[in-house]
């Protein structure tokens, strides 16, 4: 039932939400001040929902980009989106240290799919700009449902959203 309650509000909320082709700043839950994003920053987090999400649904997208976005709000992590994706090293034998399994995978990060770059360039515009809830309810950290990674330990699960599982920091009540 939740899962239900999750997707129709998603759907009620970001789907036929155009970009507009001028902002205007409004404070939401990942930009308080309503500031704009430099467009550095606004290409790194295109790149990390169209590498880590580009099979996704629009619902998987969103989820990839609050998690992402939840990071540089986080003091676990680097308090820039670019700083997030790129922390950890490149490539080679520490792969498991790394943030993003594309960013160091050794593989090509040449946009292939044009439609699937601008679909996560909208996303990515959407959720900085639009958010009004974070449906990933704080999450930092997420996998693919087909995996069970060593790091899930001490997090806590939150929500599923296309093949994505979503987790974050545990917390003692």
């Known amino acids: ?17 155009g970009v ?14 309503g ?12 790149q990390n929902i169209y590498f880590e999400a580009s099979t996704q649904d629009e619902y998987g997208k ?3 980009a609050q998690a992402t976005l939840n990071r540089v709000d986080s003091p676990d992590f680097p308090n820039t989106i670019c700083g997030v994706i790129h922390q950890g090293p490149r490539a080679g034998k520490n792969f498991r240290l790394c943030q993003f399994s594309w960013h160091c995978d050794g593989k090509s990060d040449r946009i292939r799919n044009r439609r699937v770059y601008k679909e996560s360039r909208r996303i990515a515009l959407l959720v900085f700009f639009d958010s009004k809830e974070d449906f ?38």
């Open 1 to 17: 039932m939740k899962f239900f309650v999750v997707h129709c509000a998603l759907f009620l909320i970001f789907v036929g939400i």
């Open 20 to 33: 507009p082709s001028e902002y205007k700043y409004i404070p939401n839950v990942y930009n308080p001040s």
């Open 35 to 46: 500031s704009p994003l430099p467009e550095k920053e606004l290409e790194c987090l295109i």
């Open 62 to 64: 969103i989820g990839v």
């Open 136 to 173: 990933t309810q704080g999450a930092t950290h997420y996998h693919a449902v087909y995996v069970q990674p060593w790091w899930i330990k001490g997090l806590t699960r939150t929500i599923q959203l296309g093949d994505h599982i979503f987790y974050r920091k545990r917390t003692d009540s």
